[in-house]
């Protein structure tokens, strides 16, 4: 078989082009970093977890009407997704304080927020993804109000999706990471949940023990991410070897 193309190796994907024009595969890695790749590690089955898992969700969120560039699963490490310009934002959706937000305002991880708040980071490794304003966004051209008005609408959506699907198996989001990218149809161009939802980009906490179940676990030392994962995922119903959800409704009598 012909070579692909690479065009793109970031830290926990690598892109290749599609069979057809308009296509990329996204091939997902077992590398883990954290604090802007300063700790790295090779977490054996991490891809294999976040594809099944991303997926999942994708398709979750089409289901309900929202717009992903997700076309197909491939195989265990690789899915099909569409092509887009992805915009240099990370757009990040919280329901409880934790990590850089409970640093910067001095507030205890884990307090609920009055609302769902919604900040965006300009996505540059080099600067460490610094938060921005929309200020900053219109200035320097990142996005329109259009862009804003259609970005803010999708992840308050992605949050109400995922906060009930991961209820349901008993886990609180606590606060993820959107991407969003532009697909182009002939002279219309629509914006599109792009790039993964996985735990890499969650935080994800039991309800009762308020284990986790994320990337915090490898960031802060606490345990096995796979297991983490894992957990997820069983929880989900999306291994072979299911186990009984944890955490499902349980009726009172
Ligand atoms: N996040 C991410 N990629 C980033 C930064 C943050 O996926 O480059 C996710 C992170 O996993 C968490 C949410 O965005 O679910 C909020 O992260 P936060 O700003 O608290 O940053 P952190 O404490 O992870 O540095």
């Given at each position: 078989?012909a070579?692909?193309?690479?065009i ?6 690598t ?8 296509t ?11 604090f802007?790749?300063e ?6 089955g ?10 999942y ?8 009407g929202v717009p992903t560039h997700?076309l197909?699963r491939l195989?265990m490490?690789?899915q099909?997704v569409?092509?887009?310009?992805i915009?240099p934002?990370e757009v990040?959706?919280?329901?409880y304080?934790?990590?850089?937000m409970?640093k ?5 991880e884990g307090?609920?927020?009055p609302?769902p708040i ?5 996505k540059?490794?080099k600067l460490?993804d610094?938060l ?7 200035a320097?051209?990142?996005?329109t ?5 259609d ?7 992605v949050n109400?999706?995922?906060s009930g699907v991961?209820?349901g198996?008993?886990?609180?989001l ?13 002279d219309?161009?629509?914006l ?8 890499d980009?969650?935080?994800l906490w039991?309800?009762e023990?308020?284990?986790k179940?994320d990337?915090?676990?490898?960031r802060?030392?606490?345990g096995?991410l796979?297991d983490a ?8 119903g999306l ?5 009984p959800?944890?955490?499902k ?5």
């Amino acid at each position: 078989m012909a070579r692909r193309k690479k065009i793109y190796e970031g830290k926990a994907k690598t892109l290749y082009e599609g069979p057809e024009p308009g296509t990329i595969v996204q091939y997902f890695k077992d590398d883990a970093t954290a604090f802007n790749a300063e700790k790295k590690d090779v977490i054996e089955g991490k891809g294999v977890l976040n594809n099944i898992l991303s997926e999942y969700f994708m398709l979750g969120l089409a289901n309900v009407g929202v717009p992903t560039h997700f076309l197909k699963r491939l195989n265990m490490r690789e899915q099909l997704v569409r092509s887009c310009e992805i915009i240099p934002l990370e757009v990040i959706v919280r329901n409880y304080a934790a990590g850089s937000m409970s640093k910067r305002l001095g507030i205890e991880e884990g307090t609920q927020l009055p609302r769902p708040i919604v900040e965006y980071c300009y996505k540059e490794d080099k600067l460490g993804d610094p938060l921005v304003t929309e200020e900053h966004i219109a200035a320097f051209g990142w996005a329109t109000q259009q862009d804003m008005d259609d970005i803010l609408s999708l992840a308050l959506r992605v949050n109400d999706f995922l906060s009930g699907v991961m209820y349901g198996v008993g886990i609180k989001l606590v606060d993820f990471k959107i991407e969003i990218g532009r697909v182009f149809e002939g002279d219309f161009q629509r914006l599109v949940v792009a790039d993964e939802i996985s735990p890499d980009s969650c935080r994800l906490w039991d309800l009762e023990t308020g284990e986790k179940l994320d990337k915090d676990v490898f960031r802060r030392d606490l345990g096995s991410l796979t297991d983490a994962y894992t957990e997820v995922a069983n929880r989900l119903g999306l291994l072979p070897k299911n186990q009984p959800p944890m955490g499902k409704p349980t009726l009172i009598n």
